[in-house]
């Protein structure tokens, strides 16, 4: 069983940065791609970002040019760089990575998320 830890939420102010971590107890992320998503209050869960076992990206409209994911196989870890940060953003973000579950609709593994909480 692989575990997921996310890490590097918190409360900023409008414009502000967070990079996000999310760190895997083995090697899953030079085998399996990894998705970054995020739940807002009273909303569905949304795919913000996507990386690929080979490092291809793939990134929502809504977040394209602010959020950067990249990954270091290395460290079991992938990242999200969230710049000029706006209310909007506020959700809890979760990593989701692994072979297909068996809805095929998500990966196997998902992290319990980490707040990120976007104020003046």
């Known amino acids: 069983q692989v575990q997921l830890v996310e890490s590097g939420g918190g409360l900023v102010q409008p414009g502000g940065s967070l990079r996000l971590s999310c760190t895997a107890s083995?090697?899953?992320?030079?085998?399996?791609?990894m998705g970054w998503y995020r739940q807002a209050p009273g909303k569905q869960r949304e795919l913000v970002a996507q990386?690929?076992?080979?490092?291809?990206?793939d990134y929502a409209d809504s977040v394209k040019g602010r959020f950067t994911i990249s990954k270091d196989n290395a460290k079991n870890t992938v990242y999200l760089q969230i710049n000029t940060l706006k209310p909007e953003d506020t959700a809890v973000y979760y990593c989701?990575?692994?072979?297909?579950?068996?809805?095929?609709?998500?990966?196997?593994?998902w992290g319990q998320g980490t707040q990120v909480s976007v104020s003046s």
């Open positions: 989701n990575a692994g072979p297909f579950d068996a809805s095929g609709d998500h990966y196997l593994y």
């Open positions: 083995g090697s899953i992320f030079s085998i399996y791609p």
């Open positions: 990386i690929t076992s080979g490092g291809t990206t």
